[in-house]
T-cell receptor, first 111, second 115 residues
Framework: GQQLNQSPQSMFIQEGEDVSMNCTSS?????WLWYKQDPGEGPVLLIA?????ELTSNGRLTAQFGITRKDSFLNISASIPSDVGIYFC???????????FGAGTTVTVRA | DAGITQSPRHKVTETGTPVTLRCHQT?????MYWYRQDPGHGLRLIHY???????DKGEVSDGYSVSRSKTEDFLLTLESATSSQTSVYFC??????????????FGEGSRLTVL
């Protein structure tokens, strides 16, 4: 089953807001990654993290590799309408060739 | 963009019929993956390949088989489709040939409906 617990399951954003989501696991991962999926398309890699404690930014996105290696966080600052979509966390264990994915966080614009 | 194409992009079939989905890459990368996406479950790995004729099971492999007879093609077969296999299927390859950093490029997906 799913090894990664991603929260929140969904969120509504208003333009200009900062938003956060996180991913936790009972297992240790060597790599944490964040992907975004737009409607009708495949997921696209946003940020990859390879070291515990690492903080990495990609434009308005910032992600952190938790110090325990069992969690990761993604922050979006000053959100804009094109930030809507589904965000997935993913983890890869040492020596493995496959990723485990979270169930996703669906981001929607608040009317 | 990574050169990944999936076919067919949409398919409707009946329970009990065989179905094959094709993933084709032009990158000559070693690792290829098949995932299914369902609401509330995210992306779940079905099977993956780490080279020609080298494949392994993922977490939801029951009812699916795969084949990789050449580097560029990875086929996913449902021998006898069931309604529970109605889903969107994604193929993915690693971003770097020969290495597995976890960074994947995904295809655009194949939507399968089993009636």
């Amino acid at each position: 089953g799913q090894q990664l617990n991603q929260s929140p399951q969904s969120m509504f954003i208003q333009e200009g807001e900062d938003v956060s989501m996180n991913c936790t696991s009972s297992s240790i991962f060597n790599t944490w990654l964040w992907y975004k999926q737009d409607p009708g398309e495949g997921p696209v890699l946003l940020i990859a993290l390879y070291k515990a404690g690492e903080l990495t930014s990609n434009g308005r996105l910032t992600a952190q590799f938790g110090i325990t290696r069992k969690d990761s966080f993604l922050n979006i600052s000053a959100s804009i309408p094109s930030d809507v979509g589904i965000y997935f966390c993913a983890g890869q264990k040492g020596g493995e060739d496959k990723l485990s994915f979270g169930a996703g966080t669906t981001v929607t614009v608040r009317a | 963009d990574a050169g990944i194409t999936q076919s067919p992009r949409h398919k409707v079939t009946e329970t009990g019929t065989p179905v094959t989905l094709r993933c084709h890459q032009t990158e000559n990368h070693r690792y290829m993956y098949w995932y299914r996406q369902d609401p509330g479950h995210g992306l779940r790995l079905i099977h993956y390949s780490y080279g020609v004729k080298d494949t392994d099971k993922g977490e939801v492999s029951d009812g699916y088989s795969v084949s990789r007879s050449k580097t560029e093609d990875f086929l996913l077969t449902l021998e006898s489709a069931t309604s529970s296999q109605t889903s969107v299927y994604f193929c993915a390859i690693t971003s770097v040939s020969g290495l597995n950093t976890g960074e994947l490029f995904f295809g655009e997906g194949s939507r399968l409906t089993v009636l």
